[in-house]
């Protein structure tokens, strides 16, 4: 079993090139965006309860993010593997991973991280933000506001996965068709 984490800052490019990747190695591909909206949506057990801490204005702690992602993993028991997009967000969901994945006979493969300068990242997220309908990606302040969360939070994920030596850094820049052999290249060498 394969499981790729794919990591990025916004509008780096992961749900684009977690559509080629799942197809190209046949990977169950887990958006931890559609898992909350499933849950939300059909309103779950698990969605109840992060709803609570949205209506609040709070974030769903890490726990509730997790016990999700892990139904929605046992779903899957025939998969080739996974293909993580959203999740881990932080060291304590890294964790969480880190410990269950073997309770099912299985583990992190290698974590890949879409690397790109903000200014370009910002640039392509208010492009994005005049066709996709998506509040956060048409104002500047608000994607800033992203990219700080993400230096805070999941930066600190590249220092844990070096250590375990699963981390994989590729360029971000370039046509869709160029990141997505630089992707291919590091997974066909794991």
């Given at each position: 079993m394969i499981n790729i984490v794919l990591f990025g800052k916004p509008g780096a490019g992961k749900g684009t090139q977690a559509e080629f990747l799942k197809e190209k190695y046949n990977l169950t591909h887990l958006s931890t965006g559609d898992i909350f909206r499933f849950n939300l949506k059909n309103d779950t057990e698990l969605g109840k309860q992060a709803r609570v801490f949205m209506d609040n204005g709070e974030l769903v702690p890490c726990e509730v993010t997790t016990a999700m992602l892990i139904d929605e993993v046992k779903k899957h028991p025939d998969t080739a593997g996974f293909l993580f997009d959203g999740y881990p967000r932080t060291i304590n969901q890294a964790e969480a991973l880190d410990k269950f994945l073997p309770t099912i006979g299985?583990?992190?493969?290698?974590?890949?991280?879409?690397?790109?300068?903000?200014?370009?990242l910002v640039k392509r997220l208010l492009e994005r933000g005049k066709t996709s309908g998506r509040v956060d990606d048409q104002d500047e302040e608000k994607i800033r506001v992203r990219y700080q969360e993400y230096n805070e939070k999941t930066a600190p994920l590249i220092g844990y996965y070096k250590e375990q030596g699963k981390f994989h850094a590729v360029d971000g820049i370039g046509t869709i068709e160029q990141i997505t052999e630089r992707l291919t290249s590091v997974i066909d060498n794991l």
């Open positions: 299985s583990s992190v493969t290698a974590t890949i991280a879409l690397e790109a300068d903000d200014e370009i």
